[in-house]
């Protein structure tokens, strides 16, 4: 059963977004394999980040010795013999622990070289929270930048802070940055809202190569029948982030016959 929105579905980012992420990746490598073949090959790749913060999951933290509480009284012959150790009753504490982030993206390589010709991102809600998770994407988005390769980066999310670009980028729900090793600092924008198509982007690949066409609504389409989203997904839930009150009506008025 395909999506009832004619473009990417709001409510896939408040209840499936990280296996959304890793199928939607997955639909794209095999879109491109065919077209860039036998000069190039896209490879699977992840970061791993470690971070901590409030969302870090919590463990009951057990000491390793039992320690009775209430009035027990002193300890079975001890009487007040100076020199005794007092016993002492230990205030618990919890111990932050790191979260580890998996992120999976894709690199097209030559073939010959192995050399990394495009990177393709698309963007978690890690990547957009303020604090770490953004500072460490944008450090890993500037040491690309850095490099030869291209950069295409898919921000599907209407959640979170938005890439930095020096022009304040026009309002859209959704966006595809496509950066061009020999054009920077000037960088492809292609924005599009809830009510669009997802459109057809250009992957570059290496100079003396003509671009790649993705089409990223065959490629939310796939995914969305291989995922089973028309019954995974809880159309009766409230959509997250939540939406201004027309754009709600509307969305609702797509699902009202949604199972």
């Not at 894709?106 to 010959?112: A, K």
């Not at 201004?244 to 797509?254: F, G, I």
Request: hydrophobic share 35%.
């Amino acid at each position: 059963m395909p999506s009832p929105f004619p473009g990417m579905d709001p409510f896939i980012e408040g209840q499936s977004w990280q296996d959304f992420h890793t199928t939607f990746l997955t639909v794209i490598r095999e879109m491109l394999t065919p077209r860039v073949r036998p000069r190039y090959i896209v490879k699977v790749q992840q970061h791993v980040y470690l971070a901590y913060g409030e969302k870090s999951p919590d463990r009951a933290i057990e000491p390793d010795l039992s320690v009775l509480r209430g009035d027990q009284g002193p300890p079975a012959g001890s009487g007040n013999l100076e020199g005794t150790t007092a016993t002492m009753m230990p205030a618990i504490h919890t111990v932050p622990l790191p979260r580890r982030y998996r992120q999976t993206f894709l690199t097209i390589r030559s073939r010959e070289s192995q050399e990394v010709v495009t990177v393709l991102e698309l963007l978690s809600p890690w990547n957009k929270e303020a604090g770490k998770g953004r500072s460490k994407y944008l450090a890993k988005r500037a040491k690309v930048l850095l490099t030869p390769a291209n950069l295409v980066e898919l921000d599907l999310l209407r959640g979170g802070r938005r890439l930095p670009t020096r022009e304040p980028l026009e309002p859209a729900d959704f966006y595809a940055f496509v950066c061009r090793k020999e054009e920077l600092p000037q960088v492809e924008v292609y924005r599009w809202t809830l009510r669009d198509r997802l459109p057809t982007i250009p992957v570059p690949l290496a100079n003396d190569d003509p671009d790649v066409p993705l089409d990223l609504q065959q490629a939310f389409t796939t995914t969305y029948d291989r995922a089973g989203y028309d019954y995974a997904l809880d159309y009766r839930l409230p959509v997250e982030p939540p939406l201004e009150a027309a754009l709600s009506d509307w969305v609702r008025s797509l699902v009202k016959s949604t199972p």
